[in-house]
Structures are given as C-alpha cells and as structure tokens.
C-alpha cells in the first residue's frame, strides 16, 4: 500500500504516528518515547524524519497532521488556542509548520482555551471531533480520563466549557514519590477497595487528606494488602473529582474517551451513581479526529 498521508499524535511523553492510505486505513503504527519533553527546538523535525524515511520520497510532499502537546509554547510550533465556545478545531485552522525537507509538509491541530475559569487542552480536541465524527448528534459531556481528566460539555457539535483535573497525576505522584509508595502494590489492583473509597470519598470528600495517611496507617497496623492500597487509592482519588465534577455529569448523558482499564474505572465510578456511560477507544477517536482535520484541510 502507497503512504497517502501520516497522522501523528505527539504528546509530553511519548510520540505516536500512523502511516495512513488513500482508503483512510492505517498502513502500519509506530511509537517513540520522545515526546516534547525530551526534545530540544529543532530536533522535532529530525526525530519524525527519522521514523518516516521508509515510508518518503523524493519526488513526493507527504503531508503531516498532527496533534497534541507538539503544539505547545515549548513544542514544535505554537499552535495556538480556540477560545470556547467553538466548534472542534480542524484542518482548516491548523498551524503550518516551516521545516527543511520538502518531503513532509507538516500542520499542527490547534489547542481549545477557556477564560473563566482559565484552562486548556491539546490533544483531546482532537480525540473529541473523532468522536463526533462518529456521533454527529451527541449532546451531552465527554470524559477523557488519563495524567489529566477532562470533563467537556458538548452542546450542538460546539465545546462549550470545560474542566482539568490532575487525578492521574496526583495518583502518579502519591503512588511512586510520597509516603504512600510503601503501602500501593504497583500492578494489583482490588476492585472492591476502589468501589468502598469511591463512595467514601463521594460522600465525605472534605476528608480525602486525612484518608490518604489513613491508607498509609491501614498497611502498617492493619491487613491493608498492596492490592488494596491501590484499589482504595484510586477510589479516593477519582471520588474527589466526580464529587467536584458533579455539576458536569449529574442527568447528563456521558460519553467516555480513554484506555481500557481507566475508563472502564470511570465508567464503573459513574454507573455507582446511577449513570450509564458509553466508552469509546482513546487510539480510534484520535485516528478518527486527524483524518478529519486532514480532509478538511485537503478541501480547504
């Protein structure tokens, strides 16, 4: 199959790109633990060049979309912000990137912004208009759990406010670097310590502080297993965010963009609640939301 154009999704950590065809199917995927920050200005370039050699020619300008942290002020090129209300950026409005190889021809996603309260995304803009993309008539809120959870009310394919929580980080830092490392097991997970500190923290959440050290305390004078530790651990902590989330997701119909694991925890946090959610693949919707700021750009 002939490369007809590379949709890239180029995050802080790591670096994702999907070599893609006429058809709009993925030829082939390939992934790099070089995200933005651990690139300096001017090795964005060769780091892509180096992955796509095998798939360039000389005689032909590939073009690149991309999305995600590569856009940020420390990035590639600022790619700038839509402020909401707006529609889902695309194409249209995307930045063009002025490299040296004529052989790509790169353009960066725009990121969304929000005056009051102040916030920001990249990335899961993109991950959202693949979604609506699918579902053109959603109206409701998008959860995009991950390092940090978005809540995203949509309202007649616009974005029309929404909120950062760093959960998956918090969860990051407590698990590995705090006093809390000693007690949470870093692979097992108990379900029923997650559901049991979820509704503990849903109810009470003024008290999640004084339950994390309690965490702590249950594996030193306790049974509290490892396993436990970190079922209880994400309960409190996801508990704290649907507490505060709540004006977002009460009586509303949600959707959910992520992995397999975490969303189903999300959606699982919210059916304890009474909430049915619909999950949707994190690696489909950004697939989905490239190629349709690729073709968007192609009418353009």
Not at 42 to 63: A, C, H, I, N, R
Not at 94 to 114: E, F, N, P, W, Y
Not at 253 to 264: F, K, R, S, T, Y
Request: net charge negative; charged share 15%; glycine share 8%.
């Amino acid at each position: 199959m002939t490369p007809t154009w590379i949709a890239v999704d180029w995050g802080t950590t790591n670096l994702r790109l999907w070599v893609m065809d006429a058809t709009g199917q993925v030829i082939t995927s390939l992934t790099s633990s070089q995200g933005m920050n651990a690139l300096q200005s001017g090795q964005f370039e060769p780091v892509l060049l180096d992955l796509l050699d095998p798939y360039l020619s000389d005689e032909k300008t590939l073009p690149v979309m991309c999305c995600g942290m590569v856009g940020a002020r420390q990035g590639w090129t600022d790619a700038g912000y839509l402020a909401v209300p707006s529609g889902v950026p695309d194409g249209t409005n995307a930045t063009r990137v002025t490299g040296t190889d004529t052989r790509i021809s790169v353009h960066i996603i725009s990121g969304l912004k929000q005056q009051s309260p102040a916030d920001v995304m990249r990335g899961e803009e993109t991950q959202i208009s693949g979604f609506l993309r699918q579902y053109p008539d959603f109206d409701g809120v998008i959860c995009l759990p991950g390092t940090h959870t978005k809540w995203v009310h949509i309202s007649a394919a616009e974005v029309v406010s929404f909120q950062t929580f760093m959960t998956g980080e918090l969860f990051g830092l407590l698990s590995k670097q705090s006093v809390l490392r000693h007690s949470v097991d870093v692979k097992e997970f108990d379900q029923d310590s997650f559901e049991t500190a979820l509704d503990d923290t849903m109810s009470r959440p003024q008290n999640l502080a004084a339950q994390l050290f309690n965490l702590r305390a249950n594996s030193l004078v306790g049974d509290q297993s490892g396993a436990q530790a970190r079922g209880r651990l994400s309960g409190l902590l996801i508990g704290a965010e649907l507490a505060a989330a709540r004006p977002y997701w009460l009586g509303q119909n949600v959707a959910i963009i992520g992995a397999d694991n975490l969303a189903q925890l999300y959606q699982a946090a919210l059916l304890a609640q009474g909430l049915s959610a619909q999950i949707s693949d994190v690696t489909d919707m950004t697939i989905s939301g490239l190629t349709a700021a690729y073709k968007s750009l192609a009418k353009a």
